[in-house]
């Protein structure tokens, strides 16, 4: 059975650091693009990051970029998201997805991804 583990999710001051991680199993992610997405009360689901099967494209909301890092490792099926300088506004459930494409890119459209993590909460505040 696919499934998407996400972790590293907490509480931490504005200007802080958090990593997220997404684990799969039940499946190899070597041929998947991984995006992360996040939800905040009240607002819709937003692109966040992707990264590319490969790991050698990825792509960052304007609001993350030089920000956030997005990472894989694929011998541990594992993707990460590094969340640097952390504001109120990164405030929100993080969610990791997958899909299977031979494109060298990775696009950030949530409809695009079929399989889902269950989330995890992110907060930012003082």
């Known amino acids: 059975q696919l499934q998407l583990v996400e972790s590293g999710g907490g509480l931490v001051q504005p200007g802080g650091s958090l990593r997220l991680s997404c684990a799969a199993s039940g499946f190899t992610l070597d041929y998947y693009a991984i995006g992360w997405f996040r939800q905040a009360p009240g607002k819709e689901r937003e692109g966040v990051s992707c990264i590319s099967s490969s790991g050698g494209s990825t792509n960052y909301a304007d609001s993350v970029k030089g920000r956030f890092t997005i990472s894989r490792d694929n011998a541990k099926n594992t993707v990460y998201l590094q969340m640097n300088r952390l504001k109120p506004e990164d405030t929100g459930v993080y969610y990791c997805?997958?899909?299977?494409?031979?494109?060298?890119?990775?696009?950030?459209?949530?409809?695009?991804?079929?399989?889902w993590g269950q989330g995890t909460q992110v907060t930012v505040s003082s």
């Open positions: 997805a997958a899909r299977t494409t031979v494109q060298a890119t990775c696009v950030m459209g949530a409809y695009r991804y079929p399989y």
